[in-house]
């Protein structure tokens, strides 16, 4: 291998904006291949990785077709398909017409080293076991050394230095490393634990992403009628504050937090004048209880709180609150999300999974969304990364479709230390092994915006 010569070689398949990239890049990994078949998402990726990755596996990698070249590393964050369950079809044949048969095919043609691939969590539950078992199976098919259980890993367990970030976004990696000497014996657990790797030590949102001056983040905004739903259930949360402590007064008892289950007010009825239909689910029972006890014990102060901000006139879904934020005192020093099932708060320390833009997080203490330069953030990604000429919108859906950098750059590091002894076997396995167990390196971050900038001089 010469001096100019990268590290290793990858291909990155539905690659979005490039999350995976970002982290083998900056393990020193050159990219041989890439495919998005979104057109908005390929454009981001090639502004900032120097070649477009526009196209589709469907026509690259089939029965008749192998356009991808040979490589160290694969890495996939592929859509969860249903496999089919006919008696029919074994093997391989059982995943065609899913993306993941077309994983498969270049598998099968080039066998590299270390495969990655990640999916929603649901992938790991009940629901889709038939489609994991078919995955592992397929993969040992192919002579890969592939943990019977999955690896399930979120930005929020890991240390900064690491490359974590306040952000839980749980999800599922299979990790698999070529055997060129058939499979022996396979660890049934991933090398990757669901655990926290910071002791207790607990995210401040405002210093560990960090978040923008809020004169960088104009678009983030929120409406007049955004604030006045704020507004109503900010002060609903300071009476119940108010009726804790008068309680605690009273009873000489040690003061309640406030309620963690989720308030209706169109559910607030004595106690006595409450209905439960046939047929009611036992959670909404549940809730129903819950709520004509709560309003039976303060009918008058709720009352009064729903007529002084005209609740009956707010949305459905802003008649709902969930309050997850302990003992804070506030509602506008929490995180929310406008969700369809209610206004849910939660302590300002970390951020739930991006997800749609209608439910992007709004920063109590700021008094606005979540930026979309934050957002990357959130998913490791530099500063100097490019969303150049496109909405908001777009931005913040490439980002909740994307993997977070630094959760790949561990979950690749654990695997390859565990598989260590299997990918020694070979020259292709030790390239990968001395750039991913590097020891000076700890974390993606210290390389990533010298990546990003070299990328993107080349892409002109």
Request: aromatic share 8%; with cysteine; charged share 25%.
């Amino acid at each position: 291998m010469s001096s100019n010569d990268p590290a290793f070689t990858f291909v990155d398949l539905f690659a979005g904006i490039g999350g995976f990239a970002a982290a083998l890049k900056a393990f020193g990994g050159a990219s041989v291949y890439s495919v998005e078949i979104d057109r908005v998402a390929a454009k981001v990726y090639e502004q900032n990785w120097g070649h477009s990755p526009l196209g589709d596996i469907t026509v690259d990698a089939n029965d008749t077709a192998m356009n991808v070249p040979e490589h160290h590393i694969l890495t996939a964050g592929f859509p969860c398909q249903p496999f089919s369950k006919s008696g029919a079809q074994r093997g391989m044949d059982e995943t065609r017409g899913t993306l993941f048969w077309n994983i498969l095919k270049i598998i099968e043609a080039h066998h590299p080293p270390v495969v990655v691939l990640e999916n929603v969590r649901n992938l790991a539950g009940p629901r889709h076991r038939h489609e994991w078992q078919v995955i592992i199976e397929q993969l040992r098919a192919q002579g890969y050394h592939v943990a019977d259980e999955p690896a399930v890993f979120s930005p929020h367990l890991l240390p900064r230095q690491r490359g974590g970030r306040p952000h839980v976004r749980e999800r599922v990696f299979i990790t698999a490393t070529h055997d060129p000497d058939g499979l022996g014996e396979v660890d049934p657990l991933p090398a990757v634990r669901n655990e926290s790797l910071r002791g207790g030590e607990e995210w401040d949102l405002e210093v560990d992403l960090p978040l923008e001056p809020d004169h960088q983040a104009e678009c983030c905004e929120l409406s007049d009628e955004e604030i006045r739903w704020i507004d109503a259930w900010d002060d609903w949360v300071r009476m119940m504050w108010r009726l804790r402590r008068e309680e605690a007064g009273r009873t000489s008892e040690p003061m309640r937090r406030l309620p963690g289950f989720p308030v209706w007010s169109d559910a607030w009825v004595h106690v006595d004048a409450l209905e439960i239909l046939d047929g009611t689910p036992s959670w909404k029972e549940n809730f129903l209880r819950k709520n004509a006890d709560l309003y039976t014990a303060h009918a008058s102060d709720f009352d009064a709180w729903r007529d002084r901000h005209g609740v009956r006139d707010f949305p459905a879904s802003r008649r709902k609150f969930e309050w997850q934020a302990q003992s804070a005192q506030t509602l506008w020093e929490c995180v929310m999300q406008m969700r369809p099932s209610g206004i849910r708060a939660k302590r300002a320390t970390h951020l739930p999974a991006l997800v749609a833009i209608t439910q992007t997080s709004i920063i109590g203490p700021r008094r606005r969304r979540l930026s979309p330069r934050e957002a990357a953030r959130l998913q490791g990604l530099p500063d100097n990364f490019l969303f150049d000429g496109q909405r908001a919108a777009s931005t913040y859906r490439q980002l909740g479709n994307g993997v977070n950098v630094g959760v790949v750059w561990h979950v690749l590091r654990e695997h390859v230390r565990r598989d260590e002894p299997i990918l020694k076997r070979t020259a292709a396995g030790r390239r990968v092994i001395d750039a991913v167990l590097a020891p000076e390196v700890l974390g993606p971050d210290h390389a990533l915006e010298r990546v990003v900038e070299e990328s993107q001089r080349r892409a002109g």
